[in-house]
């Protein structure tokens, strides 16, 4: 993104001001802004006072920052401000499946076509991760509030900040266990190794919570 957007989100969240808030992290605060060319994009707002958001900052230029797929968000720009560190994304209108099936948007129908068309897509965003990339991508955090749904209800697997990098030599990395609760696969959290079956597992997960619209969360 040119240089001077900087300044236009700046001034058009009025220094990020309350009401452009559209989300909250364990790490950030995620902004709505309007451009001047009327382009809506996400501004992710990671805290410096957050012991792990320098790394998770890291970790989506990384990771998101180097790949282009369909099914998952793109990363157009970044800033190291007084602000924060600060990403820059498409915003999607239909907000996260989770949102969709618990949340502000509940109310939108979602009939079983658009149901297939989303999960498809998150499933296409993972595979690409997986086999196509080199090295290979670990999400480590797939749940339905990281998968995004645009206009047309495409999904978009986003928030890369605790994804992993695996060679194409090695069959899984030994790491901390990070992730969300309820969607995080017994094996990872019992042994601290992940692999690609750690985000099918919680893709799994993904599955039922969509099929039940029952929030798995509360449930654990």
Request: charged share 20%; hydrophobic share 35%.
């Amino acid at each position: 993104m040119a240089i001077h957007t900087y300044d236009d989100i700046m001034r058009i969240t009025e220094n990020f001001s309350e009401k452009f808030i559209i989300g909250y992290g364990a790490s950030c605060t995620v902004y709505k802004c309007v451009l001047k060319n009327s382009r809506s994009i996400v501004v992710k707002r990671l805290y410096t006072t957050h012991p792990h958001s320098l790394c998770e900052f890291e970790t989506e230029l990384e990771t998101i920052g180097s790949i282009r797929h369909r099914n998952l968000v793109s990363l157009h720009g970044y800033s190291l401000s007084p602000h924060g560190n600060l990403l820059f994304y498409d915003y999607m209108e239909n907000g996260s499946l989770w949102d969709l099936l618990h949340g502000s948007s509940k109310n939108v129908k979602l009939d079983w076509e658009t149901r297939l068309r989303i999960v498809v897509g998150a499933a296409q965003g993972l595979a690409y991760l997986h086999h196509d990339c080199n090295p290979r991508i670990i999400h480590r955090d797939v749940k339905s509030s990281n998968i995004l749904v645009d206009e047309n209800f495409e999904a978009h697997l986003s928030d890369f900040g605790v994804a992993k990098c695996i060679p194409t030599a090695k069959t899984h990395a030994s790491t901390l266990v990070l992730g969300t609760i309820g969607y995080i696969d017994p094996e990872y959290a019992r042994t601290s190794r992940v692999t690609e079956k750690s985000d099918v597992y919680s893709f799994g997960i993904v599955l039922l919570e969509l099929l039940t619209e029952r929030n798995l969360l509360i449930m654990t």
